[in-house]
């Protein structure tokens, strides 16, 4: 499957984006599909992830209740509806696809090119 991600941009503090993960394939509903991000000098770490039919969805404890995400299996695409941002929350986002769900980054075989987020203070 193939991955690409979009809906990064430059926001303020408080602000919201919406990120995209458009995928190619047919297999795309068996997939879990999570969101890591990046910063710069910092490890990928994990954001939200969500199961292959949405039942069952993980939150890094840094963005529960302010992160959503939600899939569209017939569009094959998901996203991460990102509310009252900080400037923490800067970073490179990244969508990828997993066999299972979880929140390692070793666990999910297949990438998207990240799209940048930065937050102004």
């Known amino acids: 499957v193939q991955l690409q991600a979009s809906g990064g941009g430059l926001v303020q503090a408080g602000g919201s984006l919406r990120l995209s993960c458009a995928a190619s394939g047919r297999m795309f509903s068996s997939y879990v599909m999570g969101w890591f991000r990046q910063a710069p000098g910092k490890e990928r770490e994990f954001v939200a992830a969500i199961s292959s039919r949405g039942r069952t969805i993980l939150f890094a404890d840094s963005v529960k209740g302010r992160f959503s995400i939600a899939r569209d299996n017939a569009q094959n695409t998901v996203n991460l509806e990102m509310n009252s941002l900080k400037p923490e929350d800067t970073a490179v986002y990244y969508c990828?696809?997993?066999?299972?769900?979880?929140?390692?980054?070793?666990?999910?075989?297949?990438w998207g090119r990240g799209t940048q987020v930065t937050v102004s203070s």
């Open positions: 990828a696809a997993a066999s299972f769900l979880g929140r390692r980054s070793t666990n999910y075989d297949y």
